[in-house]
Protein backbone atom coordinates (compact mmCIF):
# COMPACT_ATOMS: atom_id res chain seq x y z
CA UNK A 1 0.00 0.00 0.00
CA UNK A 2 1.34 2.94 -1.01
CA UNK A 3 2.03 5.93 1.84
CA UNK A 4 0.26 8.57 2.31
CA UNK A 5 2.11 11.81 1.87
CA UNK A 6 4.07 13.76 4.59
CA UNK A 7 1.23 16.69 4.76
CA UNK A 8 -1.72 14.42 5.02
CA UNK A 9 -0.06 11.74 7.78
CA UNK A 10 -2.25 11.23 10.81
CA UNK A 11 0.94 12.61 12.72
CA UNK A 12 0.58 16.09 11.12
CA UNK A 13 -3.01 16.78 11.99
CA UNK A 14 -4.48 18.34 14.84
CA UNK A 15 -5.45 16.93 17.89
CA UNK A 16 -7.21 17.31 21.17
CA UNK A 17 -6.53 16.46 24.85
CA UNK A 18 -9.46 17.93 26.87
CA UNK A 19 -10.16 21.03 26.22
CA UNK A 20 -6.34 21.84 24.33
CA UNK A 21 -6.23 21.37 20.55
CA UNK A 22 -2.65 21.03 19.59
CA UNK A 23 -1.70 21.52 15.90
CA UNK A 24 0.03 18.00 15.28
CA UNK A 25 0.45 14.70 17.57
CA UNK A 26 4.12 15.21 18.73
CA UNK A 27 5.19 16.40 21.87
CA UNK A 28 8.41 16.58 23.51
CA UNK A 29 8.82 14.52 26.26
CA UNK A 30 9.54 15.85 29.74
CA UNK A 31 13.59 15.33 29.76
CA UNK A 32 15.39 16.98 32.48
CA UNK A 33 17.31 19.98 31.34
CA UNK A 34 19.55 21.00 33.93
CA UNK A 35 19.11 24.68 33.64
CA UNK A 36 17.34 25.56 36.61
CA UNK A 37 20.19 27.13 38.93
CA UNK A 38 18.68 27.53 41.91
CA UNK A 39 15.39 26.06 41.46
CA UNK A 40 14.18 28.18 38.82
CA UNK A 41 13.65 29.37 35.46
CA UNK A 42 16.75 30.11 33.81
CA UNK A 43 16.67 31.80 30.25
CA UNK A 44 18.88 29.15 28.96
CA UNK A 45 15.48 27.07 29.99
CA UNK A 46 13.25 29.19 27.96
CA UNK A 47 15.48 29.28 24.99
CA UNK A 48 15.35 25.48 24.84
CA UNK A 49 11.46 25.33 24.79
CA UNK A 50 11.30 28.15 22.66
CA UNK A 51 13.08 26.43 19.90
CA UNK A 52 11.82 22.93 20.18
CA UNK A 53 8.40 24.32 19.41
CA UNK A 54 9.73 26.63 16.94
CA UNK A 55 10.82 23.40 15.53
CA UNK A 56 7.29 22.12 15.02
CA UNK A 57 6.51 19.96 18.42
CA UNK A 58 3.16 20.77 19.32
CA UNK A 59 3.49 20.47 22.76
CA UNK A 60 6.91 21.13 24.70
CA UNK A 61 6.92 19.43 28.62
CA UNK A 62 8.92 21.03 30.73
CA UNK A 63 10.38 18.39 32.73
CA UNK A 64 10.77 17.66 36.02
CA UNK A 65 9.37 20.30 38.09
CA UNK A 66 9.06 20.00 41.97
CA UNK A 67 5.90 20.60 44.02
CA UNK A 68 7.63 21.80 46.87
CA UNK A 69 11.58 22.66 47.44
CA UNK A 70 12.03 19.44 49.56
CA UNK A 71 10.24 17.35 46.88
CA UNK A 72 13.75 17.73 44.64
CA UNK A 73 15.67 14.68 44.04
CA UNK A 74 18.91 17.50 43.46
CA UNK A 75 19.71 20.91 44.30
CA UNK A 76 19.71 22.63 40.86
CA UNK A 77 15.72 21.05 40.58
CA UNK A 78 13.38 23.78 39.94
CA UNK A 79 10.39 23.57 42.14
CA UNK A 80 6.84 25.58 41.82
CA UNK A 81 6.57 28.32 44.15
CA UNK A 82 5.06 32.14 43.61
CA UNK A 83 8.58 33.86 42.95
CA UNK A 84 8.84 31.76 39.53
CA UNK A 85 5.70 32.65 37.97
CA UNK A 86 6.90 35.66 36.03
CA UNK A 87 10.01 33.77 34.70
CA UNK A 88 7.44 30.56 33.80
CA UNK A 89 5.52 33.41 31.81
CA UNK A 90 8.25 34.01 29.81
CA UNK A 91 8.76 30.92 28.96
CA UNK A 92 5.35 30.07 27.96
CA UNK A 93 5.34 33.10 26.21
CA UNK A 94 7.86 32.06 24.19
CA UNK A 95 6.53 29.01 23.52
CA UNK A 96 3.15 30.25 22.67
CA UNK A 97 4.76 33.08 19.73
CA UNK A 98 6.36 29.96 17.58
CA UNK A 99 2.53 28.06 17.36
CA UNK A 100 3.26 25.97 20.42
CA UNK A 101 1.45 24.72 23.59
CA UNK A 102 3.63 23.98 26.59
CA UNK A 103 3.14 21.79 29.52
CA UNK A 104 4.81 21.08 32.79
CA UNK A 105 5.85 17.72 34.68
CA UNK A 106 4.73 18.06 38.28
CA UNK A 107 6.52 15.90 40.37
CA UNK A 108 7.83 14.14 44.10
CA UNK A 109 11.14 12.52 44.08
CA UNK A 110 10.34 10.66 47.31
CA UNK A 111 13.30 8.36 48.53
CA UNK A 112 15.74 9.63 45.62
CA UNK A 113 16.32 12.72 47.63
CA UNK A 114 19.52 13.14 49.25
CA UNK A 115 19.63 15.38 52.24
CA UNK A 116 23.54 16.86 51.35
CA UNK A 117 21.90 17.71 47.96
CA UNK A 118 18.45 19.40 48.95
CA UNK A 119 19.18 19.62 53.02
CA UNK A 120 15.68 17.87 53.43
CA UNK A 121 15.16 14.48 54.82
CA UNK A 122 13.98 12.36 51.81
CA UNK A 123 10.75 10.81 52.39
CA UNK A 124 9.27 7.75 50.90
CA UNK A 125 6.47 5.06 51.19
CA UNK A 126 8.56 3.02 53.51
CA UNK A 127 12.05 2.65 55.27
CA UNK A 128 13.74 1.43 52.46
CA UNK A 129 17.53 2.00 51.55
CA UNK A 130 18.08 3.68 48.16
CA UNK A 131 21.88 2.66 47.43
CA UNK A 132 21.55 5.29 44.34
CA UNK A 133 21.18 8.29 46.82
CA UNK A 134 22.98 6.51 49.91
CA UNK A 135 19.83 7.52 51.92
CA UNK A 136 16.56 6.11 54.05
CA UNK A 137 13.81 7.70 53.72
CA UNK A 138 11.57 8.42 56.35
CA UNK A 139 7.86 7.28 56.23
CA UNK A 140 4.83 9.35 55.01
CA UNK A 141 2.72 10.29 57.82
CA UNK A 142 -1.28 10.72 56.88
CA UNK A 143 -0.53 14.16 57.28
CA UNK A 144 2.85 13.96 55.20
CA UNK A 145 0.58 12.62 52.42
CA UNK A 146 -2.27 14.96 52.55
CA UNK A 147 0.05 17.56 52.76
CA UNK A 148 1.71 16.50 49.25
CA UNK A 149 -1.57 16.02 47.70
CA UNK A 150 -2.36 19.73 48.25
CA UNK A 151 1.17 20.83 47.13
CA UNK A 152 0.41 18.50 43.86
CA UNK A 153 -2.76 20.69 42.89
CA UNK A 154 -1.49 23.97 44.83
CA UNK A 155 1.48 23.40 41.73
CA UNK A 156 -1.34 22.66 39.17
CA UNK A 157 -3.17 26.32 39.48
CA UNK A 158 0.72 27.92 39.96
CA UNK A 159 1.49 26.14 36.55
CA UNK A 160 -1.61 27.33 34.91
CA UNK A 161 -1.13 30.60 36.39
CA UNK A 162 1.95 30.97 34.24
CA UNK A 163 0.65 30.38 30.60
CA UNK A 164 1.00 26.70 30.75
CA UNK A 165 -1.65 24.84 28.76
CA UNK A 166 -1.27 21.35 30.54
CA UNK A 167 0.24 19.60 33.14
CA UNK A 168 1.90 16.08 33.37
CA UNK A 169 2.19 14.46 37.12
CA UNK A 170 4.82 11.98 37.29
CA UNK A 171 3.97 8.59 38.70
CA UNK A 172 5.88 6.76 37.13
CA UNK A 173 9.95 5.75 36.90
CA UNK A 174 9.96 5.16 40.66
CA UNK A 175 9.35 8.84 41.49
CA UNK A 176 7.06 9.27 44.93
CA UNK A 177 3.88 8.45 43.59
CA UNK A 178 5.35 5.49 41.67
CA UNK A 179 6.91 4.23 45.14
CA UNK A 180 3.88 4.31 46.42
CA UNK A 181 2.57 1.73 43.60
CA UNK A 182 5.42 -0.21 43.57
CA UNK A 183 5.27 -3.44 46.28
CA UNK A 184 9.00 -2.97 45.94
CA UNK A 185 8.93 0.31 47.96
CA UNK A 186 5.84 0.41 49.81
CA UNK A 187 5.58 -1.83 52.23
CA UNK A 188 3.33 -0.30 54.43
CA UNK A 189 0.56 -1.94 56.48
CA UNK A 190 -2.02 0.76 56.71
CA UNK A 191 -4.50 2.33 54.34
CA UNK A 192 -1.73 3.15 51.37
CA UNK A 193 -0.01 -0.26 51.80
CA UNK A 194 -0.38 -4.07 50.63
CA UNK A 195 -3.42 -4.33 48.29
CA UNK A 196 -3.55 -2.62 44.35
CA UNK A 197 -6.54 -0.78 45.54
CA UNK A 198 -4.60 0.62 48.77
CA UNK A 199 -1.46 1.40 47.07
CA UNK A 200 -3.21 3.56 44.36
CA UNK A 201 -4.88 5.36 46.86
CA UNK A 202 -2.37 8.06 47.60
CA UNK A 203 -1.54 8.49 43.69
CA UNK A 204 -5.12 7.96 42.56
CA UNK A 205 -6.06 10.98 45.07
CA UNK A 206 -3.35 13.26 43.81
CA UNK A 207 -4.73 13.22 40.35
CA UNK A 208 -8.21 13.78 42.03
CA UNK A 209 -7.18 16.78 44.08
CA UNK A 210 -5.35 18.22 40.79
CA UNK A 211 -8.45 17.71 38.42
CA UNK A 212 -10.69 19.33 41.20
CA UNK A 213 -8.35 22.53 41.12
CA UNK A 214 -8.28 22.63 37.71
CA UNK A 215 -11.87 22.03 36.48
CA UNK A 216 -13.15 20.00 34.01
CA UNK A 217 -11.13 20.92 30.43
CA UNK A 218 -7.58 21.37 31.66
CA UNK A 219 -5.43 18.81 30.64
CA UNK A 220 -3.70 16.59 33.66
CA UNK A 221 -1.48 14.15 31.90
CA UNK A 222 -0.47 11.26 33.57
CA UNK A 223 2.89 9.60 33.35
CA UNK A 224 3.06 6.14 34.70
CA UNK A 225 4.64 2.91 34.32
CA UNK A 226 3.90 -0.32 33.16
CA UNK A 227 6.59 -2.20 34.51
CA UNK A 228 9.32 -1.17 37.12
CA UNK A 229 11.73 -3.72 35.65
CA UNK A 230 12.83 -5.13 39.00
CA UNK A 231 11.60 -8.43 41.01
CA UNK A 232 8.87 -7.24 43.25
CA UNK A 233 7.66 -4.07 41.21
CA UNK A 234 4.86 -3.20 39.05
CA UNK A 235 4.06 -5.40 36.12
CA UNK A 236 1.52 -4.65 33.14
CA UNK A 237 -1.51 -6.43 35.07
CA UNK A 238 -1.25 -4.00 37.83
CA UNK A 239 -0.36 -0.70 35.24
CA UNK A 240 -4.27 -1.64 33.69
CA UNK A 241 -5.63 -1.25 36.71
CA UNK A 242 -3.78 2.09 37.58
CA UNK A 243 -4.31 3.31 34.22
CA UNK A 244 -7.89 2.83 34.57
CA UNK A 245 -8.24 3.94 37.89
CA UNK A 246 -5.94 7.12 36.79
CA UNK A 247 -8.86 7.41 34.04
CA UNK A 248 -11.92 7.26 36.71
CA UNK A 249 -10.23 10.04 38.68
CA UNK A 250 -9.85 12.64 35.72
CA UNK A 251 -6.76 12.29 34.13
CA UNK A 252 -6.88 13.66 30.31
CA UNK A 253 -4.31 11.23 28.69
CA UNK A 254 -1.84 8.76 30.04
CA UNK A 255 1.86 8.38 29.13
CA UNK A 256 2.64 4.73 29.56
CA UNK A 257 6.54 4.45 30.58
CA UNK A 258 8.69 1.86 32.66
CA UNK A 259 11.95 1.55 34.85
CA UNK A 260 12.98 2.58 38.50
CA UNK A 261 15.04 5.60 38.75
CA UNK A 262 16.81 3.97 41.76
CA UNK A 263 17.50 0.33 40.07
CA UNK A 264 16.58 0.28 36.54
CA UNK A 265 17.00 3.74 35.24
CA UNK A 266 18.09 2.99 31.45
CA UNK A 267 15.41 0.46 31.31
CA UNK A 268 13.14 3.76 30.11
CA UNK A 269 15.51 5.23 27.65
CA UNK A 270 17.08 1.73 26.57
CA UNK A 271 20.58 1.17 24.47
CA UNK A 272 23.90 2.60 25.45
CA UNK A 273 25.24 2.82 29.23
CA UNK A 274 27.65 5.93 29.67
CA UNK A 275 28.62 4.66 32.78
CA UNK A 276 32.36 6.69 32.67
CA UNK A 277 30.52 9.83 31.36
CA UNK A 278 27.78 9.80 34.42
CA UNK A 279 30.71 9.45 36.46
CA UNK A 280 32.70 12.22 35.30
CA UNK A 281 29.49 14.27 35.38
CA UNK A 282 28.97 13.31 39.08
CA UNK A 283 29.96 16.04 42.03
CA UNK A 284 30.08 13.30 44.58
CA UNK A 285 33.71 11.99 44.95
CA UNK A 286 32.17 8.94 46.69
CA UNK A 287 29.56 7.92 43.96
CA UNK A 288 32.21 8.18 41.26
CA UNK A 289 34.17 6.30 42.14
CA UNK A 290 31.40 3.91 42.77
CA UNK A 291 30.59 4.65 39.37
CA UNK A 292 33.92 3.55 37.45
CA UNK A 293 34.07 0.44 39.81
CA UNK A 294 30.67 -0.83 39.92
CA UNK A 295 28.31 1.12 37.61
CA UNK A 296 28.17 -2.14 35.42
CA UNK A 297 26.74 -4.37 37.80
CA UNK A 298 24.93 -1.79 39.69
CA UNK A 299 23.47 0.00 36.57
CA UNK A 300 21.32 -2.95 34.09
CA UNK A 301 21.53 -2.05 30.18
CA UNK A 302 18.51 -2.51 28.29
CA UNK A 303 18.68 -3.56 24.43
CA UNK A 304 17.26 -0.33 22.05
CA UNK A 305 14.60 -0.91 19.51
CA UNK A 306 12.33 1.32 17.95
CA UNK A 307 8.96 2.03 19.28
CA UNK A 308 10.72 -0.06 22.22
CA UNK A 309 7.29 0.58 24.62
CA UNK A 310 4.46 -0.05 22.20
CA UNK A 311 3.85 -3.89 22.76
CA UNK A 312 2.62 -2.85 26.37
CA UNK A 313 1.23 0.39 25.48
CA UNK A 314 -1.07 -0.64 23.67
CA UNK A 315 -2.51 -2.95 26.59
CA UNK A 316 -2.71 0.16 28.47
CA UNK A 317 -4.78 1.45 25.18
CA UNK A 318 -7.33 -1.39 24.99
CA UNK A 319 -7.95 -0.70 28.94
CA UNK A 320 -9.08 2.88 28.35
CA UNK A 321 -10.84 5.58 26.52
CA UNK A 322 -8.84 8.68 26.95
CA UNK A 323 -5.88 9.96 24.77
CA UNK A 324 -2.60 7.49 25.16
CA UNK A 325 0.62 8.93 24.18
CA UNK A 326 3.18 6.56 22.98
CA UNK A 327 6.73 6.95 24.35
CA UNK A 328 9.78 5.14 23.78
CA UNK A 329 11.79 4.97 20.82
CA UNK A 330 9.65 6.88 18.09
CA UNK A 331 12.69 8.27 15.60
CA UNK A 332 11.30 8.44 12.26
CA UNK A 333 8.60 8.75 10.11
CA UNK A 334 7.70 5.30 9.89
CA UNK A 335 7.31 5.09 13.69
CA UNK A 336 4.97 8.17 13.68
CA UNK A 337 2.68 6.17 11.43
CA UNK A 338 3.04 2.97 13.13
CA UNK A 339 1.94 4.67 16.51
CA UNK A 340 -0.95 6.73 14.68
CA UNK A 341 -1.68 3.37 13.03
CA UNK A 342 -1.74 1.34 16.24
CA UNK A 343 -4.24 3.47 18.07
CA UNK A 344 -2.27 6.01 19.84
CA UNK A 345 -3.42 9.63 19.71
CA UNK A 346 0.28 11.40 20.35
CA UNK A 347 3.80 10.51 20.70
CA UNK A 348 6.14 11.76 23.16
CA UNK A 349 9.62 12.12 21.79
CA UNK A 350 13.18 12.32 23.72
CA UNK A 351 16.30 12.33 22.39
CA UNK A 352 15.34 12.23 18.97
CA UNK A 353 14.34 16.40 19.41
CA UNK A 354 17.28 16.83 21.91
CA UNK A 355 19.53 15.56 19.00
CA UNK A 356 18.07 17.60 16.26
CA UNK A 357 14.76 20.33 17.85
CA UNK A 358 14.24 20.89 14.33
CA UNK A 359 13.18 17.10 13.35
CA UNK A 360 9.51 17.74 13.47
CA UNK A 361 9.09 20.26 11.22
CA UNK A 362 12.31 18.40 8.92
CA UNK A 363 9.50 15.25 9.16
CA UNK A 364 6.53 17.37 8.06
CA UNK A 365 8.36 18.89 5.07
CA UNK A 366 9.98 15.61 4.02
CA UNK A 367 13.72 16.47 4.45
CA UNK A 368 14.78 13.67 6.31
CA UNK A 369 12.80 10.17 7.49
CA UNK A 370 14.64 9.23 10.07
CA UNK A 371 16.71 10.86 13.35
CA UNK A 372 20.20 9.98 13.69
CA UNK A 373 20.08 9.57 17.30
CA UNK A 374 22.24 6.60 18.09
CA UNK A 375 20.90 6.28 21.88
CA UNK A 376 24.53 6.83 23.25
CA UNK A 377 22.55 8.51 26.02
CA UNK A 378 25.39 10.70 26.39
CA UNK A 379 22.82 13.42 27.15
CA UNK A 380 21.50 11.93 30.15
CA UNK A 381 25.25 12.16 31.31
CA UNK A 382 25.33 15.38 31.10
CA UNK A 383 21.97 16.46 32.40
CA UNK A 384 23.77 15.75 35.99
CA UNK A 385 26.53 17.70 35.48
CA UNK A 386 25.16 20.74 33.53
CA UNK A 387 22.41 21.56 30.88
CA UNK A 388 21.31 19.19 28.47
CA UNK A 389 22.85 18.75 25.22
CA UNK A 390 23.47 16.12 22.27
CA UNK A 391 26.88 15.24 22.73
CA UNK A 392 27.23 13.66 19.23
CA UNK A 393 26.27 16.78 17.91
CA UNK A 394 29.57 18.67 18.58
CA UNK A 395 32.20 19.57 16.15
CA UNK A 396 35.68 19.48 15.56
CA UNK A 397 37.92 17.18 17.58
CA UNK A 398 36.12 16.30 20.05
CA UNK A 399 33.14 15.07 18.42
CA UNK A 400 32.06 12.02 19.77
CA UNK A 401 33.59 12.00 22.87
CA UNK A 402 32.28 13.06 26.27
CA UNK A 403 32.30 16.66 27.08
CA UNK A 404 32.87 18.07 30.35
CA UNK A 405 30.67 21.04 31.66
CA UNK A 406 31.62 24.06 30.25
CA UNK A 407 32.53 23.25 27.01
CA UNK A 408 29.96 25.19 24.12
CA UNK A 409 26.59 22.57 23.65
CA UNK A 410 23.99 22.58 21.29
CA UNK A 411 21.85 24.08 23.62
CA UNK A 412 23.36 26.74 24.96
CA UNK A 413 21.17 30.30 24.15
C1 LIG B 1 18.29 13.53 28.93
C2 LIG B 1 17.00 12.87 29.35
C3 LIG B 1 16.34 13.34 30.51
C4 LIG B 1 15.13 12.76 30.90
N1 LIG B 1 14.46 13.28 31.98
C5 LIG B 1 13.21 12.84 32.26
C6 LIG B 1 12.42 13.50 33.24
O1 LIG B 1 12.83 14.47 33.86
N2 LIG B 1 11.17 13.02 33.45
C7 LIG B 1 10.66 11.94 32.76
O2 LIG B 1 9.52 11.55 32.98
N3 LIG B 1 11.39 11.32 31.83
C8 LIG B 1 12.63 11.74 31.54
N4 LIG B 1 13.35 11.15 30.54
C9 LIG B 1 12.74 10.02 29.79
C10 LIG B 1 12.02 10.56 28.55
O3 LIG B 1 10.93 11.38 28.88
C11 LIG B 1 11.49 9.39 27.68
O4 LIG B 1 10.52 8.69 28.45
C12 LIG B 1 12.60 8.45 27.22
O5 LIG B 1 13.76 9.16 26.85
C13 LIG B 1 12.16 7.60 26.01
O6 LIG B 1 11.85 8.43 24.92
P1 LIG B 1 12.86 8.63 23.66
O7 LIG B 1 13.19 7.25 23.17
O8 LIG B 1 12.06 9.42 22.67
O9 LIG B 1 14.07 9.34 24.15
C14 LIG B 1 14.58 11.68 30.15
C15 LIG B 1 15.26 11.23 29.02
C16 LIG B 1 16.44 11.82 28.61
C17 LIG B 1 17.10 11.31 27.36
Known sequence: MAKAPVET????????????????????AGCFEGMCENGSCSDLLIEHHRKVAAGGAAMTTVSYCSVSEAARAYGHEMW???????????????????GGAASIQLGHCGY??????TGFQPVGASRKFNLFRISFPKPMTEADINQV????????????????????????????????????????TDNYGGSLENRMRFPAAVVRAVRQAMGPDFPVMVKMNMTDGIKGGIEIEDAVQIAKRFEAEGASALVPSCGFTSKTPFMMMRGNLPILEFAAADKSFMRKFGLVFFGRFMCQEFHYEDLFLMEDALKILKAVKIPVVLVGGI???????????AGFEFV??????????????????????????????????????????????????LKRRFQPKGLPGTWRA
Not at 354 to 371: L, Y
Open 348 to 397: EIGRAIIKDPDIVKKWQRAEVTASDCDHCNRCVAVMNGGPVYCVCNEKGP
Open 112 to 117: FASKAD
Open 149 to 188: IKQFADAAVMAREAGFDAVEIHSGHGYLLSQFLSPYTNKR
Open 9 to 28: RKAFTPGKIAGLTLRNRIIR
Open 331 to 341: CSLDDLDKAMN
Open 80 to 98: MRKEILPDLRRLTDAVHKE
